[in-house]
């Protein structure tokens, strides 16, 4: 019997060009080749030249025998919607991104035992099963946004959408199994799913690319999602749920190289460490952190009314603006955090263009988070055991956002208000008056996390399952 492919199957992981999909899968890797491996790793070129720039992630992945990275050409979609971006962008991967990586995969040397897809990318799933190789579908989305994204068939079906202008906006939607009682039209997948025409372009994007799975790995752990995880598996009997994968690779990494600290950037933006300085001379749980993630644009009017609101707080807070998420009332980017935040209040606020966020959430001077609900975002928080407030913006982050208040009790929902008032008693609400309520919850979530991904937890027990799955198929 030959015992090379036994030993170490090539697996071929392929993420979508973002900066939440590239920091799972890339974790994700990693585990993968901490169980011997052979892993080639596909970026689209415009994004891994921004990795390699501000990371050390070549040298890093350079330990491991085996490993490779390879890029195939980047896609540029332009539309300031996220969701018709998205939608482009799916158009053109579809045209030009598609043909490429099947030649990829079929000229490959070794050859390619198995693929793991980004969940968004149906293109990826259509390859690997054109081709005859075995592939799983890799989620960076929660399980409850998923299974959203999943139902919206049943949801139109039943004519539970269009909604019908804001005054519809609190009304249930009971055709997502499992949601029945608490998921509500604002709820849905903002910019795709809460839609004014059932004709609307966006509206089936997610649904279709996540549709092509057969089998799934979620970042997420079933001490979190398993009433959800339950509904899943009528569906999908073969779910890996390995999650808070940073934590996962984390805890794996210290029990093997016996490191308490562990820190790996997967940043594609240049990391602002001297927030970190800031943070070590302020007092314990005295900080709020603002962040909106990657993707989220938002207007000078919105930016104000959060700064308004925070500096009103009088709670100190620590900022992240990409110079690029404001835009003017034309919808133009400003590409510059406004002068009035760069020389006003310093003392009572720290503004950063990008931070280094895991470690950032895991500082004892942090006291609250205000998020967008990205999934990633939301389970570091849980792992740091911070409360938040949400203010979700498109797509899964309003799902996250309504698990996050009122199924897990682990923060405030700002119901997409943006006004300086709200921003102002949400903050004092979360790090003072409201804040018993969530120090237990997070602090019980944050150990069942911990838990789950600890030797004989429910994630460690389910990579371990996934591994030996991927071994046995290749046998
Ligand atoms: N992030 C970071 N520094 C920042 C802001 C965000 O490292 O200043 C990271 C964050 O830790 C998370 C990712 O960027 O892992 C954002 O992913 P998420 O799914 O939360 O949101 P998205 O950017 O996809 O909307």
Redesign the pocket.
């Known amino acids: 019997m030959e015992q090379g492919p036994i030993l170490s199957p090539h697996i071929l992981i392929f993420p979508a060009p973002?900066?939440?999909h590239v920091?799972s899968l890339l974790k994700l890797a990693e585990l993968l080749c901490l169980a011997g491996f052979k892993i080639t790793f596909i970026n689209f070129q415009n994004i891994h030249e921004r990795l390699v720039r501000h990371t050390d992630v070549e040298a890093r992945f350079s330990k491991y025998y085996g490993f490779q990275f390879k890029t195939i050409p980047g896609c540029e979609a332009e539309d300031p919607r996220p969701a018709d971006w998205v939608r482009k962008l799916f158009q053109e991967m579809e045209v030009k991104s598609k043909p490429i990586f099947k030649k990829m995969v079929i000229e490959s040397n070794p050859a390619v035992n198995y693929i793991i897809g980004d969940g968004v990318m149906g293109f990826v799933y259509d390859v690997a099963v054109e081709v005859g190789i075995p592939t799983i579908q890799m989620h960076c989305i929660s399980a409850c946004s998923f299974w959203t994204f999943f139902s919206i068939p049943d949801v139109v079906a039943a004519h539970q959408l269009p909604i019908k202008g804001k005054e519809d906006m609190d009304r249930l939607i009971t055709e997502v199994p499992g949601m029945e009682r608490f998921l509500r039209c604002r709820d849905l997948p903002g910019g795709f799913c809460q839609v004014s025409h059932i004709s609307d372009p966006n509206l089936f994007v997610i649904t279709k690319e996540i549709r092509q799975s057969q089998a799934l790995i979620i970042n997420t752990f079933e001490e979190l999602e398993g009433p959800i995880l339950s509904q899943i598996r009528i569906r999908y009997p073969k779910i890996y749920t390995i999650g808070p994968l940073h934590n996962h690779l984390k805890t794996k990494l210290r029990s093997i190289e016996k490191q308490e600290s562990y820190s790996s950037s997967t940043?594609l933006w240049e990391v602002d460490r001297t927030c970190i300085t800031w943070l070590d001379n302020q007092p314990s749980q005295s900080v709020l952190y603002v962040?909106f993630?990657?993707?989220?644009i938002m207007t000078r009017q919105q930016l104000m009314e959060f700064w308004h609101g925070l500096v009103n707080s009088k709670k100190k807070f620590l900022w992240?603006i990409r110079p690029e998420c404001v835009i003017n009332q034309d919808g133009d980017n400003l590409g510059e955090i406004p002068e009035q935040l760069q020389e006003g209040e310093k003392e009572k606020g720290y503004i950063v263009k990008?931070?280094?966020?895991?470690e950032v959430l895991a500082h004892k001077a942090i006291g609250g988070f205000l998020t967008?609900c990205?999934?990633?975002?939301?389970l570091?928080s849980i792992v740091a055991g911070v409360p938040m407030i949400c203010w979700p913006y498109f797509a899964d982050q309003q799902v996250n956002g309504r698990f996050v208040t009122e199924v897990w009790k682990l923060g405030l929902d700002m119901n997409d208000v943006c006004d300086r008032g709200v921003v102002e008693k949400m903050v004092n609400d979360l790090m003072v008056d409201k804040r018993e309520e969530f120090v237990k919850s997070t602090a019980r979530m944050a150990e069942l996390a911990r838990k789950s991904v600890s030797e004989g937890g429910s994630s460690s027990s389910c990579l371990n399952r996934l591994i030996e799955d991927i071994r046995l198929m290749n046998m």
């Open positions: 973002g900066q939440g920091n940043s962040s993630g990657s993707i989220t992240v990008w931070a280094p966020q895991e967008h990205g999934w990633n975002s939301t570091e």
